[in-house]
């Protein structure tokens, strides 16, 4: 691949929410994985943990137990019931028909640890951005299988529905829900041209 072909899969890339009803075959989603292992990371700790759902009993109970939170948090700040309904019933469409799931956790195991509290806010950003690097590997290899993907941060709301959904290790921390699956829908986006956004010196 030239650079042409890179910055073209990268300006292709688009948030898909919506799919066909189409299993993504295991030797994919190894290829998603691998991607995603070849990120940067912070000392080349590699922080980042996957859990990937295919099960579809398995994506229900999840969508619903994140739905659950999802509603009480809505309520919480006062939403009319309807409104709530609404986005709830959305949310669990979105994971529960998803084909594929996987959900990119942070592990603090192998970060270093600091007495100092700035520091260790630094160590943990880190940590949060080598996850994030992992996750657009993962986006943009997800792209060039012709797959659609979405990144959800609904994880980040309810840390402790999802690990407890999902059996996670006790040092996992969700971060972000992909979902995937073969496209059925188109979408556009642009952006704001770096110039308005760099300063150089
Ligand atoms: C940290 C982060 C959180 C996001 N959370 C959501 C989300 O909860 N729901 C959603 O539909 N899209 C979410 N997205 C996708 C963005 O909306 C999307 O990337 C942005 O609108 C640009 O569109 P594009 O990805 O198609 O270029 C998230 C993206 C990032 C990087």
Redesign the pocket.
């Known amino acids: 691949m030239d650079a042409a072909e890179l910055l073209e899969t990268m300006r292709t890339?688009?948030?898909i929410?919506r799919y066909e009803d189409r299993p993504i075959s295991h030797d994919v989603l190894c290829r998603l994985l691998e991607a995603g292992r070849w990120g940067p990371s912070a000392h080349n700790r590699q922080p980042c943990r996957f859990a990937v759902i295919t099960d579809p009993a398995r994506r229900v109970d999840l969508a619903q137990a994140m739905g659950r939170r999802f509603q009480a948090d809505l309520l919480a700040e006062g939403l009319p019931v309807e409104q709530v309904e609404a986005q709830v019933a959305r949310s669990i469409e979105r994971i529960s028909t998803a084909p594929a799931l996987i959900l990119a956790c942070l592990s603090m195991a192998e970060m270093d640890q600091y007495s100092d509290a700035v520091r260790q806010q630094s160590e943990y950003l880190m940590a949060a951005q080598s996850v994030?690097l992992a996750v657009q590997n993962i986006l943009l290899m997800a792209h060039a299988e012709k797959l659609g993907a979405?990144?959800?941060?609904?994880p980040l709301f309810c840390p402790d529905v999802v690990r407890e959904s999902l059996h996670l290790p006790a040092d996992w921390q969700a971060q972000?829900l992909l979902t995937l699956g073969y496209p059925a829908e188109q979408?556009f986006?642009d952006r704001e041209p770096f110039e308005t956004k760099t300063l150089w010196y």
């Open positions: 890339r688009r948030s929410r994030a979405c990144w959800l941060c609904a972000a979408r986006k």
